[in-house]
Nanobody, 126 residues
Framework: QVQLVESGGGSVQAGGSLRLSCAAS????????LGWFRQAPGKEREGVAS????????YYTDSVKGRFTITQDSAKNTLYLQMNSLKPEDTAMYYC???????????????????WGQGTQVTVSS
């Protein structure tokens, strides 16, 4: 049984940093796209970042480029999202996703992923 468990969310002031983690069990991060998504109340789930484990290539939505970094630790089977210079508009529930497209062709589409975590809340105050 595949389980993805996120952690690291919390409340910070604007300009602060958080590091999200997503630990996998029953699944190995190795051959298909991994991603982070977020969903604010009343809004659709948005692709934030993705990484292709084979080559390590990363993808980001424009609003987080230069501030967020997605990484993967194969030994720990854990996905990370380092979030710096946080803004109030980053406030959302953050989800990790696994088993997406090969080569992350459409990494920003939620329906391209087969496994999801339960989410971790990030709240940024001004």
């Amino acid at each position: 049984q595949v389980q993805l468990v996120e952690s690291g969310g919390g409340s910070v002031q604007a300009g602060g940093s958080l590091r999200l983690s997503c630990a996998a069990s029953g699944y190995t991060y190795s051959h298909s796209c991994l991603g982070w998504f977020r969903q604010a109340p009343g809004k659709e789930r948005e692709g934030v970042a993705s990484i292709y484990p084979g080559g390590g290539r990363q993808y980001y939505t424009d609003s987080v480029k230069g501030r967020f970094t997605i990484t993967q630790d194969s030994a720990k089977n854990t996905l990370y999202l380092q979030m710096n210079s946080l803004k109030p508009e980053d406030t959302a529930m953050y989800y990790c996703a696994a088993d997406g497209d090969l080569a992350c062709v459409r990494w920003w589409l939620p329906d391209r992923y087969n496994y999801w975590g339960q989410g971790t809340q990030v709240t940024v105050s001004s």
